[in-house]
């Protein structure tokens, strides 16, 4: 089972899946007869044989059923995004990533579901001196969302550690995942739409914050690992190896369109880090993985499907 199967990660992971021949079962709120993000990141998996598509509320309905012979649970939905969590969602960050979350648990643990892989965040961590973040450092998360993050990760840890609970846990740390679907509030969909249209780009802060930017078909290929291989557990960061600036990513957009975003500079957002960078080392030892694709190759292939999708983009590209 895919939770957040409509969403960017989910949908990659569960497209991915089935490729592979497995059997899988997406479930989200998000319904694609009516939700346009949801349709669009799901046409891929539509009237796929091993694919079948279940729209439920996590927070309410029956998960039991929907986990008989289920080998893994790739526990993805929840509400994502650093700065909004200030706001008055709040409470749907928390009924999603901790409340629907200790329901999964839940019912995994009642259906003997082997293993979960929970979608965690780099975000945990909070600010750093630059260096890079090891999964025992102490985490000091720096927003709501990072704190539900924790939690959500944590709880599912808990859960594994009773005694009558036949569910291994593995925590992925995702750290700043891009590519095609990528939410479009995140930045680099938004500069590569900058680039693409000449719309100009909210830039908040100098610039100088960096990420290890990790590319989709990375991420999935973690996930996969993660949810499969008998000797995971615990938590593993997931970073892509390219530590970039803001800045570099605004560059990479205009070299690859061929014209300069127009920057508008506000300022930096509350919970924001400056950095993150993830030390891979648990991650290539547990789950034998390594990024692939560099942010150069996967802005590229970013900015192709943002042009695809639309035909103006495709003329600017
Ligand atoms: P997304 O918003 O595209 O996908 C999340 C999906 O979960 C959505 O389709 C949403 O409808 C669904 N969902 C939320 N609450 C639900 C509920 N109660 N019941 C059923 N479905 C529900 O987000 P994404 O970027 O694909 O992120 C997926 C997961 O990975 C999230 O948990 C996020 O916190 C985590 N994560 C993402 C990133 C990233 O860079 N994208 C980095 C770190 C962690
Ligand atoms: C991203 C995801 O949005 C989170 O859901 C996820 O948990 C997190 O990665 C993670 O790594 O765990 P973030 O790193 O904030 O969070 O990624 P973006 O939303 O792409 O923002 C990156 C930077 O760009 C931030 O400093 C932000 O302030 C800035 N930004 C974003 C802008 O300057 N302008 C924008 O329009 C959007």
Redesign the pocket.
């Known amino acids: 089972m895919v939770t957040g199967a409509a969403g960017f990660i989910g949908s990659h992971l569960a497209h991915a899946l089935v490729q592979a021949g497995t059997v899988v079962i997406g479930v989200d709120r998000r319904d694609p007869a009516t939700d346009r993000t949801a349709a669009a990141n799901l046409s891929v998996l539509r009237g796929l044989p091993g694919y079948m598509h279940v729209t439920a509320d996590l927070l309410s309905c029956a998960i039991d059923p929907l986990l008989v012979d289920a080998n893994a649970v790739f526990h993805l939905a929840g509400i994502?995004?650093?700065?909004p969590s200030w706001g008055p969602r709040f409470g749907e960050y928390v009924a999603s990533n901790v409340l629907a979350t200790h329901r999964v648990m839940d019912a995994v643990t009642r259906m003997g579901v082997p293993r979960l892989v929970a979608?965690?965040?780099?975000?945990?961590y909070g600010p750093t001196d630059g260096g890079a973040s090891v999964e025992t450092d102490r985490p000091q998360p720096a927003s709501p969302?990072?704190v539900t993050?924790l939690a959500e990760e944590q709880l599912c840890l808990a859960h594994s550690t009773q005694a009558h609970c036949p569910t291994s846990v593995v925590a992925l740390?995702?750290?700043?995942?891009?590519g095609p679907r990528?939410?479009p509030?995140?930045?680099?969909?938004?500069?590569l739409t900058a680039a693409l249209t000449g719309h100009p780009?909210?830039?908040?802060?100098d610039?100088h914050?960096r990420?290890?930017f990790?590319y989709i078909d990375d991420a999935v290929a973690a996930t996969i690992a993660a949810g499969t291989l008998p000797t995971a557990s615990g938590v593993i960061n997931v970073?892509g190896g390219s530590s970039a600036s803001?800045l570099d990513?605004i560059n990479i957009a205009n070299s690859l369109a061929g014209r300069e975003v127009e920057v508008h500079q506000?300022n930096?957002?509350n919970?924001?880090?400056?950095t993150?960078r993830a030390n891979p080392g648990r991650a290539h030892e547990v789950l034998g993985w390594q990024p692939q694709v560099d942010i150069h190759n996967g802005m590229r292939a970013h900015m192709q499907a943002l042009a695809a999708e639309s035909p103006a983009y495709g003329r600017a590209a």
């Open positions: 994502p995004g650093v700065r979608a965690s965040s780099s975000s945990v969302y990072a993050k740390r995702y750290f700043t995942v891009y990528q939410r509030d995140m930045f680099t969909h938004r500069a780009l909210r830039l908040y802060g610039g914050q990420r290890d990790t970073g803001l990513v506000e930096p957002r919970g924001d880090v400056l993150t």
